[in-house]
């Protein structure tokens, strides 16, 4: 996989292959997690890229993401989707990782909506029932702003107190709250996987803190945030660590089956939430 030695020259030669097909300017970023893909569908979409076409885009390998780029309206508002993300464990870099959030914040959105299926580590917390994410705790090997920094992009030490936005966090629990939705909020750890956690591990996240664990989402908050971006992120529920007593074996088959069963709910708290602004 190609290098990003030059990661401003590849973001605007992205970018100008994008605004060379379009003029539609986005506001607002999403990117849809595993089994998640359904909020495409109330998308009214103008455009679609496929990844494989946009400059230094790297091309997903998860059977269960689609690997489109869509831009359209959703809510009212102008958004660009990535229908289909990217894992360190695929084998790319954390660069390659987050480099479409980069992407999209040169397209010019303000704020950053992220989904993901996550294990849960708080038994309060139940398969099925949503988690909006209010900090996180970074377990992955490798941090995506390792290597030179460009300030063009943001602080070579950029700082994380703030690093989920309280005012998107309190208006998409009311959204829940008023549609009766099962909804928390919590602490997202992120690993590296791409195998799920030993009973030991879970039990470890629970205990340094975490609420829910998952193989993403992480890399490309930290990113958001190096160039201040706003985010929000929710995740389903889609299995059960903790306590190790009830822990069952879970397959993709698995998470899918539950994220699509909890996605309409997902789906009209992002769509209400992004109206709302």
Known sequence: MERMDNL????????????SKTEFAPDYGIILGTGLGGLVNEIEVKQVFEYKDIPHFPVSTVESHSGKLLMGMLGGKKVIAM????????????KEVTFPVRVMKFLGIKSLFISNASGSLN???????????NDHINLQPEHPLRGKNYEELGPRFPDMLHTYSRRLI???????????????????VGVQGPTLETPAEYTYMHIIGGDAVGMSTVPE????????LEVFCISVISDMGYPKEIIQETSLEDVIKVAKVAEPKLTLIIRELISSL
């Open 8 to 19: 401003l020259q590849q973001i605007n030669e992205a970018v100008l292959y994008i605004k």
């Open 83 to 94: 229908s289909g993300r990217f894992h360190f464990y695929e084998g790319y870099s954390m």
């Open 123 to 133: 038994q309060e917390f139940k398969t099925g029932h949503l988690m909006i994410v």
């Open 170 to 188: 309190n208006l998409g629990l009311e959204i829940a709250k008023k549609n009766n939705i099962d909804c928390h909020e919590g602490v997202y």
């Open 221 to 228: 908050v930290i990113v958001a945030r190096h160039m201040n």
